[in-house]
Structures are given as C-alpha cells and as structure tokens.
C-alpha cells in the first residue's frame, strides 16, 4: 500500500509500479484514482463479511425441512 503512495507522490512511476504489481498501466490510473478519492478502503473487496449464496440456501433448506 505504499506503493501506491510513491506512484501519486511521483516518486515512482506508473510504468514502474504496473510492472511490479504485474498490472497495466491503465489498471494502476484506475488503482490510483480510487486510493485518492476513497483510501485504504479501496483496496478492500466489497463483498468481505457477506455471507456467500451457498449459505443462504442451506440455511433456508435446513430451516423449511419441515414445510413438504
């Protein structure tokens, strides 16, 4: 995560960093763009602490068992 810090700062360049991350240069504007205007949060995956529909199935399979 500091980085991407170096890359907006300029001490590093874009080029630079998508060969490190093994990234297009297009990825790491975009990587960039989001750091800058959400975070550390922009690198966290939006669907963490959900529960998977695998899950949600099972749950609703085991509590209706009794409804046939």
Excluded at 32 to 49: D, L, P, Q, R, V
Aim: contains cysteine; positive net charge.
């Amino acid at each position: 995560m500091e980085i991407i810090k170096d890359v907006i700062n300029g001490k590093l360049s874009k080029k630079d960093y998508a060969i490190k991350i093994c990234q297009t240069i297009r990825n790491v504007n975009l990587l960039s763009n989001k750091y800058k205007k959400y975070g550390y949060t922009a690198f966290i995956h939006k669907n963490t602490g959900r529960i998977s529909n695998k899950k949600k199935i099972a749950n609703k399979r085991a509590n209706n068992w009794f409804v046939h």
